[in-house]
Structure formats: C-alpha cells, structure tokens
DNA sequence: TATTGTTATACTCTATAACTATA
DNA sequence: TATAGTTATAGAGTATAACAATA
C-alpha cells in the first residue's frame, strides 16, 4: 500500500488543460461571432447555409441542436431578412431554407471576424507549429466520450 | 474585388477544433468525474478540498462559481459527509470547509478515474507528443478572451 | 461601511412530448 | 404508419439582488 498519490487539486492534469483551453476558444470564438450583432447560434446557422440550401432535418442535425429549437433561430434569421424558408415542391412535408443576399453579407462579417480572432489566438504559432497542433488534437481519442453524469 | 472568401461551414478551422476537442475532452472527464457517484460539481469541490481547509470565498475563486451556488454544493456534500464546515474563530463571519475521510476515500475514487480516462484520451500519445501537447496549448492566446455576445 | 455566507428570484438553455400536415 | 416541422411545457443551470451576522 504505497503509491496511489491523491492529487487533490485539478492542476497539472493534460485533461483539464485541453478541457479550458477549448473552453477559452470557444469563449473567444462566441465573442467573435456575438460582436458582429449575431447571436452565435445564428451566425452558426449562416455559416452552414453558406455551403447551400438544406431541409431544417439536415440543419439541425449539422449544427446539433434540436429541430425544435431550429425553428425559433431560423424565425429569428427570417425576420431579420437574412434566411428563408420555401416549401420543397417534390415533398410538401420539408422546408428547404436557404441564405439571402443580405444574409451572404452578414456571414461575409462573421467569416472575418473568425479570422482575426484565430490570428489572435494562434499569434505565437509557426505554420509548422499549427500543423503540428491540428495533429494532436486529431489524436485524442474522442470516441471515448460516451459516459453521462449520474446523480449525487 | 478577388480574395476574401466565404468559408460557409465551419470545417478545417483549428479554433473550431481546438474548441470541439475540448469540449469533448470536458465532457468525458464530466463522464468519469460522475461516475465516482459524485456530481461532476462535488467532484471538482473535494479536489480542491483535497489541497487543505480553505473559507467558502477562497473556494467560490478556485471554482469559479457564485458563493451562492457555493452553497447548495457544500451543504450537499455535508449532508453525504463527505466535507465539513465550521466556523474561523478568528473572523467568526467565514467558514472554514475542510474534508472529511470520506471526502477523502471519494476524491481517491474520482482521481483514479481521472487518470482512466487521460489514459484513454491520449493513448496515441508518447511522452513526447504529451510534453509538445502541453507546451502548444499553453501558447494559445486565452488572454484575448474578453469579449462577451451582443444580442441578436 | 464592507465582507461572508445565505436566501430568493428571474432568466437562459435544453430536453421532451404532443400536435399538424403531409407522405 | 412514419416523417418534417411546430408548439408548449418542464427542468437544469446560472446570474443577480437582497438579507443577516460579523467585522
């Protein structure tokens, strides 16, 4: 009965570091997002009805988030004049939504706004050292994630 | 009028992936931490009950949560016995948390999970890629994260 | 007057189920 | 019957302000 060390506080652990250091991006990525008067949530939206029309199935399932809750951001998308939504003739059931001009150019601001913040944030990386960094994190065994919290 | 292209989705983004890594590295240790049995938020307070006795303020700073919540996690874990409050004879306005044996056992519980799943997670990592990890995640610039979101 | 811990309240998110209209 | 979108409701989490005791 020696080893076995409790560690007690949460320093020093690869986990937590990774676990902040993304929570701290992500935070500098919202900021980002928000400051171009978007709501994250809908310059996300924007960013992926950039790549062309979708179904509201297949948006909510690219941005992860219930079609329920789609509907209130695309609501909100619609009536600033930025997205819109179209009956799909061939299945009377889908919408098909897709961007509008005004729509193209608000996510024209956000896209650079996500360029300057990853400026900001990778400033003290190399070309080699970005490469080197996108590698690892390709590393970490994410498919491990499958646990849920249990009660107290 | 040539350049500046509209990504449209948010794929080969390294601060995308920096943050989708940490959060899925967040949720998995979430998932480790909760089943100790303890909620993840217990966890984390008995393992920086684990370094010594410290005052609820003190504590609400290492949590970085509102005294106020502070408090429904302390008399939780009270109730389970597994951390104690008493007050500072010397300014009889503090408590002073401190944990128990208890506490103890438990925080040895959820230290071993932790290193379960850091061994999981970096499994395809040498001690070397770990090291250069660590180093590359200290260079992100988290200082630049000070904006907050506007509204829509 | 300022600080520590506590209580109460409100607001944001998210998860879920029920409903409609189409297929 | 099953699916796409919508609505309504409840829960967790969090943020805030007011309060009592003590300094």
Redesign the interface.
């Known amino acids: 009965m020696a080893a076995?060390?409790?560690?007690?506080?949460?320093t020093d652990?690869?986990?937590?570091?990774?676990?902040?250091?993304?929570?701290?991006?992500?935070?500098?990525?919202?900021?980002?997002?928000?400051?171009t008067?978007?709501?994250?949530r809908?310059a996300?939206t924007l960013?992926?009805?950039?790549?062309g029309p979708v179904s509201q199935r297949a948006l909510s399932d690219?941005l992860e988030v219930d079609p329920s809750q789609l509907v209130a951001i695309l609501n909100?998308l619609e009536s600033?004049g930025l997205a819109e939504r179209r009956r799909d003739p061939a299945d009377r059931r889908r919408h098909i939504v897709e961007i509008t001009e005004a729509g193209?150019a608000a996510?024209?601001k956000v896209?650079?706004a996500?360029n300057e913040?990853?400026r900001?944030?990778?400033?003290?990386?190399s070309e080699r050292?970005?490469a080197?960094?996108?590698t690892?994190?390709?590393?970490?065994?994410?498919a491990?994630?499958?646990?849920?919290?249990?009660?107290?």
Request: charge should be negative; include cysteine.
């Open positions: 076995e060390r409790v560690d007690g506080a949460p652990r690869l986990g937590f570091l990774l676990a902040w250091r993304g929570e701290a991006t992500s935070a500098r990525i919202r900021g980002a997002l928000g400051v008067g978007l709501h994250p809908h996300m960013m992926h009805l950039g790549t690219m909100e600033d193209t996510l024209r896209d650079s996500l913040a990853e900001e944030l990778f400033a003290a990386f050292d970005l080197s960094l996108r690892m994190l390709d590393w970490v065994d994410v491990s994630v499958q646990h849920e919290c249990s009660e107290d």
